[in-house]
């Protein structure tokens, strides 16, 4: 099995600046790619932003210029700093590992960290 533990959120002021960190262990073999996504009330979980284990990084188009995806120092973390947050960026923040199989993939997920941007 593999554990996240997702840290960093909390309430930020609009254009205010958050980094959320995310910390694998376990079975932490055949990573194709680590990523956060995001889920507000009412709304399905979406992605934010993603890296492959070649260190190519994907965004969301409405968090593109603000965040950016890295990987950690530390081995098997990832980090996601955001800046000029805007209200509509509230959400619960997850982390996702994927991994490969002989055949397929599999997800893992953390449980979530809330980030409110509120004035």
């Known amino acids: 099995q593999v554990q996240l533990v997702e840290s960093g959120g909390g309430v930020v002021q609009p254009g205010g600046s958050l980094r959320l960190s995310c910390v694998a262990s376990g079975m932490m073999f055949s990573v194709e790619s680590m990523g956060w996504y995001r889920q507000a009330p009412g709304n399905q979980r979406e992605l934010v932003a993603s890296?492959?284990?070649?260190?190519?990084?994907d965004y969301a188009d409405s968090v593109k210029g603000r965040f950016t995806i890295s990987k950690g120092s530390a081995k098997d973390t990832v980090q996601l700093q955001m800046n000029n947050l805007k209200p509509e960026d509230t959400a619960i923040y997850y982390c996702?590992?994927?991994?490969?199989?002989?055949?397929?993939?599999?997800?893992?997920w953390g449980q979530g960290t809330q980030v409110t941007v509120s004035s």
């Open positions: 996702k590992v994927v991994r490969r199989t002989v055949s397929s993939t599999i997800d893992h």
């Open positions: 890296i492959t284990n070649i260190g190519r990084a």
